[in-house]
């Protein structure tokens, strides 16, 4: 399963950005899909996910900024991000685990990464 990111760019303090990613290959189900950052000299951090029942996970650091939600006829995900600030600046990066059909129609579990992408937020 690939995932596919877009979105990221720069952005002035205050501003807004709404990253996206898609997922595709032999998808079965999509469990949980959501995003990651990682800061320069920091560890990779969970930001937002949202599981197949809809249910949501944030960052404390993000809580009432950052908003995810699915397309899941897309089997796309999507973080609006609002009022950014500049220790939001990082690569952010789509994670996603479920279920997928192997080339000889076995169903077996996935846990995808997508190769990140960018958001600087200037001060």
């Known amino acids: 399963v690939q995932l596919q990111a877009s979105g990221g760019g720069l952005v002035q303090a205050g501003g807004s950005l709404r990253l996206s990613c898609a997922a595709s290959?032999?998808?079965?189900?999509?469990?949980?899909i959501g995003w990651y950052r990682q800061a320069p000299g920091k560890q990779r951090e969970l930001v937002a996910t949202?599981?197949?029942?809809?249910?949501?996970s944030y960052a404390d650091s993000v809580k009432g900024r950052f908003s995810i939600s699915t397309d899941s006829a897309k089997n796309t995900v999507y973080l609006q991000m609002n009022s950014l600030k500049p220790e939001d600046t990082a690569v952010y990066y789509c994670n996603a685990g479920g279920l997928r059909q192997t080339a000889d129609a076995h169903i077996t579990d996935f846990r995808s990464w997508g190769p990140g992408t960018l958001v600087t937020v200037s001060s």
């Open positions: 949202i599981a197949s029942g809809g249910s949501t």
């Open positions: 290959g032999s998808i079965f189900s999509i469990n949980d």
